[in-house]
């Protein structure tokens, strides 16, 4: 087998067990059980499908997953984490109720957090390319201890499953699986993940995601087969009245101790293979959006914390403890991939595919949820066509980007995501001078400071008019000021930061005299995690606009001059002028002056 065949190959393992997680694992043994071995082929066949397709688009040549992530993260960082909180969430619920209770009883809590924890701890200490090894072993080990609980559970069934169970509530699944399955891999980080590592290692994304579309297919089938040799041993009935076989494998190996013992490993394996590989995906994640970022909340916290993958893992605990203690099934947290997360899923697969941007969170979430509302309605009625309109409600929410897909000419490389036009340069403000009569006045005057003066001849060169280098020189006398009414109390004896000029460049557009009124005015109109752009307008009562410009500002440290982040008492003493002179929400106005010019 050539070389880069083989390190696609090395790359299947780890697809397919971190594609596997509580709903894999547990919903082939209910749907097995429940509708039959058509019915586990109807769940199985969009499963493998989708997890198929999300590498083969990717693998697309000309496609690159590191750029086209970096260009989507941002608009869609809210339906990934979404994505995660329920796939940790649903691991966790799905181990800890289906099988763990059964299996080990007041003990089950312990198992599990033991399992997190650990899980947790591999996912922080190594990386991805570590964590390929690890499954590789996870896959053999697993894949051993189900074999070893599938032959100790032969002739223990009470009746063999049938063909075909089909009822009005699984047809009325067939449109949200197909749905939900086909849509899910493109909102899951830990596949994403794998995508842009295994193109960075010059393997085959196509490659890995083939044969790890074909592995996670074997261990549906050998789950379903632990399910077949069970047989429907404890089903339960949950709060809204509806059996579910999802335990029914943990209880027939609790009865023969060498089933018990195998299936106990297979679980514990399958567990941690999808905790650790979302600990490490969120992470990453979340670290390459915080370093990105120009928040100016990251000079309060760390953003080693806001990037902690603990706070999501803490929130999917809740979750799952939630759903165990009011007795609610897996499918409460399976509807969100067909519904609440299937509009902003379905626009980023077509942005992905060439649309441009139209995506709109809030009307996909809201359309979403509405669409959760119908689908609760058709599964518990039964109804199954209240159950099939579900997805398609969700979907209308990402009409507009799909409708912008287009047909390429032949040879046009696939475009990722359409470029965001720069957003139009705000008309100046009028200047309100604060008295006709003034020699020098200063203030703000909406979202700019403003700083009145009049030159004299002092300002003047040999022919009359106003020496060039005074034009700079106003300006930056207007921004000391500016500095001035925003920090008052700062002294360059007991700082720890000194305010240095990057850039500065002025356009001239005329020129002024001697005692003409002049009004320099200037505000903050960009600005990213260590720089600050200030932009400038000088203008005459007479003449209107003199010249306009922009100067970008930077901090160090008072000792080495080594670059800082924007020091958080400069947002402390700037943030106050601006919160109240921008119409915007506090997002936007987080920054000085980021509702006057986009950052």
Known sequence: MPANALRSVGWAPTIAMSWL???????????????????????????????????????????????????????????????????????????????????????????????????CAVGHAVGLKALRGLHAAYLVLGAGAALAALGALRGTAEAPVPVAA?????????????????????????????????????????????????????????????????????????????????????????????????????????ATSTLDSAYASIRWFMSSLTARSSSPLLAFVSPSLVSSPLWLVLAAIAVAAAMIGANLSMMYLMLPFATLLAGGAACLVGEVLGAERRYDGTLCAMLGLAAALIFLAGYLGPAPLLATAAPLVALIGAAPTLAGLRAKPAGEAPRPVAAVPAPAEPAPALVTLANENHASSYGFDGQWFVFHMTPTYDDTNSVGNIYFANYVRWVGKARELFFNVCMPDFSLASTDFYVLTRDFNHQFRREAKEFEPIVVRI???????????????????????????????MFVDTVHYRPLDIPRSIVKGFLPYFAGSVAASPAAALMIGEGAAAS
């Not at 199985?44 to 198929?52: D, T």
């Not at 999300?54 to 590191?66: S, T």
């Not at 197909?178 to 295994?198: K, N, S, Y």
């Not at 297919?217 to 379903?224: D, E, H």
């Open 166 to 270: 089909f009822d009005a509530r699984f047809y009325g699944l067939v449109l949200p699986s197909l749905v939900g399955f086909l849509l899910g891999p493109w909102t899951d980080l830990q596949q994403w993940q794998r995508a842009v590592e295994i193109r960075a290692s010059g393997a085959s994304v196509r490659t890995a995601y083939g044969v790890g579309a074909v592995l996670f297919l074997g261990l549906l089938v050998l789950n379903a087969a632990l399910a077949a040799a069970a047989g429907p041993a404890a089903a339960v009935v949950t709060a809204d009245g509806l059996p579910g076989a999802q335990p029914a494998v943990a209880v027939a190996a609790g009865a023969v101790p060498a089933a018990s013992v195998a299936f106990l490993i297979w679980t514990l394996i399958a």
């Open 523 to 553: 505000r903050i109109a960009a600005h990213s995690r260590k720089f600050v752009t200030l932009a400038h307008e000088i203008h005459s009562e007479t003449h209107g606009l003199l010249g306009r410009g922009e100067q970008s500002l």
């Open 21 to 119: 997680w509580g709903l894999g694992f547990f919903y082939a043994i209910h749907v097995t059980l429940t509708y039959g071995w058509l019915g586990f082929v109807g769940f199985a066949a969009p499963n493998v499908l989708g997890l198929f397709l999300f590498g083969w688009v990717l693998g697309a040549p000309g496609r690159d997953p590191a750029q086209i992530l970096k260009t989507i993260q941002g608009s869609y960082a809210g339906l990934f984490l979404l994505c995660q909180l329920a796939a940790v969430a649903i691991t966790i619920f799905g181990f800890l109720a289906y099988a763990w209770r059964p299996m080990l009883g007041a003990e089950a809590a312990l198992v599990a957090g033991v399992v997190i924890l650990a899980s």
